[in-house]
């Protein structure tokens, strides 16, 4: 294959990935949720850390956290930049919110004017209509509407939180310093903003907060649930916030919940259920409340098992530590992984260039060694996650050198195992174990993925658990590949039947979709959809079906069946827990879906306008299709000769082209799929494909004898 012709085109679509760009405390065993209290009280600190608390510097703050539960909380509304009136908005609507400002810089906070024993939010109608372009579905004055009994908000983010879709707040105190122990027991709710570290100042204003809340907690009634919280901040870096609730039933723990399913994690849609819950109001699906927030995902925060605070405290600082280190490393790394391909492929293709056949094994050897390392660095980046680097000094440096060592002994390994006889073998040993690391490691919690540059930012907030969007691509394509080369091992060793390939086959796509889409374990709707074709196109490859409009068509609408099928089940099967996909089934059948369609479709439709070379991924998809389909129309010699030696390797060829595109169709991150899988899939498909047309007969690295799918060649049988 003529590299120049694929690898032009790769920078395009990486631009693309790049600009898209998820280990904590361990899992504990979680609680029910507790009663209902007398009050609540949610105090807030926007902007607040937890490695800015410490016993000498926040004595309350950190009195509070030894007898509470602790957590992180992800303040992520609309934008990267969630900034306090966010926050307030957020906790107000039980959905996503935002005030009216860029990813820059945040805007003015709306105003809050003091009328009788209320106030007015003049500007929140306004907000309301602003909101509409996000379809997130708020549910505008929730909180205030569903609290049994009155509510009292202290400040002007209090305010928010509380106001009317009219703007209107029922009672409201302009300062804390108006808080007396009858304004904390007059209400079953009381919301107070304490204010905003500012980048600064944040050492007085922190001080401050922490006085005035040891005041708060020296006047709270008996029976009283605690939230201590930072809604949004004022930085441009996200950082995780805040999160503490001290209370009946959460004593001494780590605070978690359902729509993370990280123990130690919360979201900042958890808030509203959370407070709903704690006051008795229901928030089941079938409630008004529940019914709202069913098209916004939020979850009670429930508490589990820890151990010292210090210790408990120092794995909350890392796990924000781990996010910084992949907000300022990711881009990097995909560029240093896609120029690592292009000069190692297109070096190797430039000195042996010609077409002498003895240029051509050299070219296809070498290739061969430089793709089975470029396909082990997905891998060596999870498993590199086996290790804390978070908790060492320079911990980039401490992730990215494991990366590159378990990338380079799987690497080594699969060059040099017995399976090297097979001009497969080492692609597919590797595929292998990507899939199956990744598959487990999904059905164990997903600790592998996290905040590892294929895996998961908990900072984005678009995913906690299962295949994340720049691993989809991956997943698919080594299950789908690990899946073929077992088959064809199948093939060789009972030649007289088909079946047991299938059932190869079947056994891994089962084991790949399962883990990626049951609800329970990643419920993952675009891996789904993308994944189960793929594999039945494949198995019906392999028994040698040939396919009519009537199979075409069947196995086109496989993918969205079993996701819905899914769907179904997480919704009304609780044992499987709270899922994405089961929220979408609730949504759906509530009349809440098509907000989040729609704001999906945005989504998958924004990813081609992120940059002027984002257009150029279908061209880039369109293209490498072609070549594979019909390479005589690029004057390819390697391709035919590839397909001509394994007949079975064009199917296999074209559902490792599909996959990824249906997964860009299918996932809401749109052109991120395909784009993040091309420095695993361009290396992948040219070594595969020069390996199997040019396999010779003598190992170069271990002077062993190799059989290739014709049967043994010398060095000097022509391909």
Same mark, same amino acid.
């Given at each position: 294959?003529?590299?120049?012709?694929?690898?032009?085109?790769?920078?395009?679509?990486?631009?693309?990935?790049?600009?898209?760009?998820?280990?904590?405390?361990?899992?504990?065993?979680?609680?029910?949720?507790?009663?209902?209290?007398?009050?609540?009280?949610?105090?807030? #600190?926007?902007?607040?850390?937890?490695?800015?608390?410490?016993?000498?510097?926040?004595?309350?703050?950190?009195?509070?956290?030894?007898?509470?539960?602790?957590?992180?909380?992800?303040?992520?509304?609309?934008?990267?930049?969630?900034?306090?009136?966010?926050?307030?908005?957020?906790?107000?609507?039980?959905?996503?919110?935002?005030?009216?400002?860029?990813?820059?810089?945040?805007?003015?906070?709306?105003?809050?004017?003091?009328?009788?024993?209320?106030?007015?939010?003049?500007?929140?109608?306004?907000?309301?209509?602003?909101?509409?372009?996000?379809?997130?579905?708020?549910?505008?004055?929730?909180?205030?509407?569903?609290?049994?009994?009155?509510?009292?908000?202290?400040?002007?983010?209090?305010?928010?939180?509380?106001?009317?879709?009219?703007?209107?707040?029922?009672?409201?105190?302009?300062?804390?310093?108006?808080?007396?122990?009858? +304004?904390?027991?007059?209400?079953?709710?009381?919301?107070?903003?304490?204010?905003?570290?500012?980048?600064?100042?944040?050492?007085?204003?922190?001080?401050?907060?922490?006085?005035?809340?040891?005041? #708060?907690?020296?006047?709270?009634?008996?029976?009283?649930?605690?939230?201590?919280?930072?809604? /949004?901040?004022?930085?441009? /870096?996200?950082?995780?916030?805040?999160?503490?609730?001290?209370?009946?039933?959460?004593?001494?723990?780590?605070?978690?919940?359902?729509?993370?399913?990280?123990?130690?994690?919360?979201?900042?849609?958890?808030?509203?259920?959370?407070?709903?819950?704690?006051?008795?109001?229901?928030?089941?699906?079938?409630?008004?409340?529940?019914?709202?927030?069913?098209?916004?995902? /939020?979850?009670?925060?429930?508490?589990?098992?820890?151990?010292?605070?210090?210790?408990?405290?120092?794995?909350?600082?890392?796990?924000?530590?781990?996010?910084?280190?992949?907000?300022?490393?990711?881009?990097?790394?995909?560029?240093?992984?896609?120029?690592?391909?292009?000069?190692?492929?297109?070096?190797?293709?430039?000195?042996?260039?010609?077409?002498?056949?003895?240029?051509?094994?050299?070219?296809?050897?070498?290739?061969?060694?430089?793709?089975?390392?470029?396909?082990?660095?997905?891998?060596?980046?999870?498993?590199?996650? $086996?290790?804390?680097?978070?908790?060492?000094?320079?911990?980039?440096?401490?992730?990215?050198?494991?990366?590159?060592?378990?990338?380079?002994?799987?690497?080594?390994?699969?060059?040099?195992?017995?399976?090297?006889?097979?001009?497969?073998?080492?692609?597919?040993?590797?595929?292998?174990?990507?899939?199956?690391?990744?598959?487990?490691?999904?059905?164990?919690?997903?600790? $592998?993925?996290?905040?590892?540059?294929?895996?998961?930012?908990?900072?984005?907030?678009?995913?906690?658990?299962?295949?994340?969007?720049?691993?989809?691509?991956?997943?698919?394509?080594?299950?789908?590949?690990?899946?073929?080369?077992?088959?064809?091992?199948?093939?060789?060793?009972?030649?007289?039947?088909?079946?047991?390939?299938?059932? +190869?086959?079947?056994?891994?796509?089962?084991?790949?979709?399962?883990?990626?889409?049951?609800?329970?374990?990643?419920?993952?709707?675009?891996?789904? #959809?993308?994944?189960?074709?793929?594999?039945?196109?494949?198995?019906?490859?392999?028994?040698?079906?040939?396919?009519?409009?009537?199979?075409?068509?069947?196995?086109?609408?496989?993918?969205?069946?079993?996701?819905?099928?899914?769907?179904?089940?997480?919704?009304?099967?609780?044992?499987?827990?709270?899922?994405? #996909?089961?929220?979408?089934?609730?949504?759906?059948?509530?009349?809440?879906?098509?907000?989040?369609?729609?704001?999906?479709?945005?989504?998958?439709?924004?990813?081609?306008?992120?940059?002027?070379?984002?257009?150029?991924?279908?061209?880039?998809?369109? +293209?490498?299709?072609?070549?594979?389909?019909?390479?005589?129309?690029?004057? $390819?010699?390697?391709?035919?000769?590839?397909?001509?030696?394994?007949?079975? $390797?064009?199917?296999?060829?074209?559902?490792?082209?599909?996959?990824?595109?249906?997964?860009?169709?299918?996932?809401?991150?749109?052109?991120?799929?395909?784009?993040?899988?091309?420095?695993?899939?361009?290396?992948? /498909?040219?070594?595969?494909?020069?390996?199997?047309?040019?396999?010779?007969?003598?190992?170069?690295?271990?002077?062993?004898?190799?059989?290739?799918?014709?049967?043994?060649?010398?060095?000097?049988?022509?391909?």
């Amino acid at each position: 294959m003529r590299p120049a012709a694929v690898w032009s085109a790769l920078p395009a679509c990486l631009v693309a990935a790049l600009a898209f760009a998820g280990s904590g405390p361990a899992s504990a065993q979680t609680f029910p949720a507790t009663p209902a209290a007398r009050h609540v009280v949610v105090v807030g #600190i926007s902007g607040l850390r937890w490695s800015e608390v410490s016993a000498t510097a926040t004595p309350t703050l950190w009195r509070l956290a030894g007898q509470g539960s602790v957590g992180s909380l992800v303040d992520y509304a609309v934008l990267p930049l969630t900034c306090p009136a966010d926050g307030w908005l957020t906790l107000n609507a039980g959905a996503r919110a935002q005030s009216d400002h860029t990813d820059a810089a945040c805007g003015a906070f709306p105003a809050v004017l003091p009328s009788g024993a209320g106030a007015q939010v003049p500007a929140l109608p306004a907000l309301e209509s602003y909101n509409n372009q996000f379809h997130n579905t708020p549910s505008w004055g929730l909180l205030s509407r569903e609290s049994p009994g009155c509510a009292t908000a202290v400040g002007p983010g209090a305010a928010l939180a509380l106001a009317s879709p009219s703007g209107r707040v029922a009672s409201y105190l302009p300062s804390p310093s108006d808080i007396t122990a009858g +304004v904390l027991s007059r209400c079953p709710l009381t919301v107070v903003d304490l204010g905003n570290l500012e980048s600064t100042e944040r050492g007085p204003v922190l001080a401050s907060a922490d006085s005035e809340l040891a005041r #708060i907690v020296a006047d709270l009634p008996p029976d009283t649930t605690l939230l201590v919280t930072a809604p /949004g901040a004022t930085t441009k /870096g996200p950082h995780l916030q805040l999160a503490l609730v001290s209370g009946p039933g959460y004593q001494a723990g780590l605070l978690d919940a359902a729509s993370t399913r990280q123990p130690g994690l919360v979201v900042l849609t958890d808030l509203t259920p959370t407070v709903l819950g704690w006051l008795g109001v229901p928030v089941s699906a079938g409630s008004v409340a529940g019914t709202a927030l069913a098209a916004v995902g /939020g979850a009670q925060i429930t508490r589990a098992d820890r151990g010292g605070l210090a210790a408990t405290v120092r794995s909350l600082v890392g796990r924000d530590t781990a996010e910084q280190v992949w907000r300022s490393t990711h881009s990097a790394f995909f560029w240093a992984y896609a120029l690592a391909d292009i000069v190692v492929m297109a070096g190797i293709g430039l000195a042996f260039w010609g077409a002498a056949p003895e240029q051509r094994r050299r070219r296809a050897r070498w290739w061969r060694v430089a793709g089975v390392f470029a396909v082990s660095v997905p891998a060596g980046t999870f498993v590199a996650n $086996l290790v804390p680097w978070w908790q060492f000094a320079h911990p980039a440096v401490w992730l990215y050198a494991l990366a590159a060592a378990w990338a380079a002994v799987i690497g080594a390994a699969a060059l040099l195992g017995p399976w090297r006889r097979d001009p497969l073998g080492p692609f597919g040993v590797i595929c292998l174990l990507t899939v199956v690391v990744l598959g487990v490691d999904v059905m164990t919690g997903s600790r $592998l993925q996290l905040e590892t540059p294929f895996g998961l930012s908990v900072l984005q907030a678009g995913r906690f658990y299962g295949i994340g969007n720049e691993a989809l691509g991956i997943y698919g394509i080594t299950g789908l590949l690990a899946a073929a080369w077992l088959a064809l091992l199948a093939l060789r060793r009972y030649p007289s039947s088909r079946r047991p390939a299938v059932a +190869v086959v079947a056994a891994v796509g089962l084991f790949a979709v399962f883990a990626s889409g049951w609800p329970g374990f990643g419920g993952k709707v675009g891996g789904t #959809i993308a994944m189960v074709p793929c594999f039945l196109l494949l198995a019906g490859a392999v028994a040698g079906i040939k396919l009519n409009w009537r199979l075409v068509l069947l196995v086109a609408v496989s993918g969205l069946a079993l996701f819905v099928i899914f769907a179904l089940i997480s919704y009304l099967t609780p044992v499987t827990g709270k899922s994405d #996909i089961g929220s979408f089934a609730g949504s759906s059948l509530h009349g809440h879906s098509g907000g989040l369609l729609l704001r999906k479709i945005n989504s998958n439709l924004g990813s081609l306008s992120v940059n002027a070379l984002s257009p150029l991924s279908p061209i880039v998809v369109v +293209v490498t299709g072609l070549m594979l389909w019909r390479p005589s129309w690029f004057g $390819l010699k390697t391709v035919p000769a590839a397909y001509a030696a394994e007949p079975l $390797l064009r199917p296999v060829m074209g559902v490792l082209w599909l996959m990824p595109v249906l997964g860009w169709f299918a996932d809401d991150s749109g052109v991120i799929v395909p784009a993040a899988a091309l420095p695993l899939a361009l290396p992948l /498909g040219i070594a595969i494909l020069a390996t199997t047309s040019h396999f010779d007969g003598q190992s170069r690295y271990r002077n062993t004898a190799v059989t290739g799918p014709s049967g043994p060649r010398t060095a000097d049988q022509p391909a």
